[in-house]
């Protein structure tokens, strides 16, 4: 989910948005990155949304913070040989974090 504007700045996300990551799917891509999904449900800006997750900020270097940059990132993802390393970055709880795996495929 796509989080920006006053929600971004709620959830003190460093860079003018990011995507919430909600659930991770053990043995998927992220589960192999060690992306957390969310483990709570609260209510930001009026809305109730799943909390406590990542919030991707970059995959492959390209910020992460728009619909538009999703388009980016998926190309950018199409291109990705498997054995090359797939890298994200994360804003978990107050921190900024880089994860990194070997990609094996979707």
């Given amino acids: ?12 996300v460093p860079q003018s ?3 919430l990551v909600k659930q991770v799917v053990k043995d998927s891509v992220g ?3 060690g992306l957390k999904g969310g483990d709570r449900i609260g209510i930001v800006e009026g809305q109730q949304i799943v909390v406590g997750g990542d919030i ?3 995959v492959q270097g390209i910020t992460f913070a728009s619909a538009e940059d999703r388009a980016k990132v998926l190309k950018a993802l199409e291109t990705l040989q498997v054995g090359q390393d797939l890298r994200v970055t994360v804003f978990r709880g107050d921190k900024i974090e880089a994860l990194t795996t070997k ?4």
């Fill in 1 to 12: 989910m796509l989080v920006s504007g006053a929600m971004a700045q709620a959830l003190n």
């Fill in 17 to 19: 948005g990011g995507f």
């Fill in 31 to 33: 589960g192999r990155l």
């Fill in 56 to 58: 991707l900020l970059s």
């Fill in 103 to 106: 990609f094996t495929g979707f």
